[in-house]
C-alpha cells in the first residue's frame, strides 16, 4: 500500500469517526427540534459542529487552508440540504421510527453524508502535490 493510499484510507476514517461524534454524540435537543422549517438555527448549528472537525482534518491531512475553508462550506451547504430534505420527507410522511420507511429514509440520508465524505476526499487527492 502506498502513502498516499493508507493516508486516503485515514482521512475517510477520520471523516467516519468525525460523522459519528457529530451527528450522534453531539446533537441536542434543539438542534433536533423543528427540523422541518427550512430557516432551522439548531439544523444549522449542527452543521457548523461538522465543519468545525472537518476543516482541522483537512489541516492535519495537509490540505492549503482556503481549500479546506471552501471545501468545510461546501459540506456545511450539502449536510444542511441532506438534513433539511430527510426532514421534509419524515415530516410530510409522518413517519416515526416504528415504520420502516423511516429508517430507509435515514439510511438514504446516512449514504449521502458518506458519499460527501468520498467526495471531499477526492478533492483532497486533487490538492496534493504531486510526486
Not at 479546506?68 to 461546501?74: C, G, K, R, V
Not at 450539502?78 to 430527510?86: A, E, M, P, R, V
Request: net charge neutral.
Amino acid at each position: 500500500m502506498t502513502g498516499s493510499t493508507a493516508n486516503l484510507l485515514l482521512l475517510l476514517l477520520a471523516l467516519q469517526a468525525k460523522h459519528l461524534l457529530a451527528d450522534f454524540y453531539l446533537q441536542t435537543g434543539y438542534m433536533l427540534s423543528g427540523r422541518d422549517r427550512y430557516a432551522h438555527t439548531g439544523r444549522a448549528l449542527h452543521c457548523a459542529v461538522h465543519i468545525a472537525f472537518t476543516l482541522p482534518i483537512l489541516l492535519l491531512f495537509g490540505a492549503p487552508p482556503a481549500a479546506a475553508l471552501a471545501i468545510a462550506l461546501a459540506e456545511f451547504a450539502l449536510h444542511f440540504h441532506i438534513d433539511w430534505g430527510k426532514s421534509q420527507v419524515l415530516s410530510r410522511r409522518a413517519l416515526t421510527p416504528t415504520d420502516a420507511t423511516y429508517w430507509h429514509v435515514t439510511g438514504i440520508d446516512q449514504a449521502l453524508h458518506h458519499a460527501t465524505y468520498i467526495g471531499i476526499a477526492a478533492l483532497w487527492l486533487w490538492l496534493l502535490p504531486a510526486p
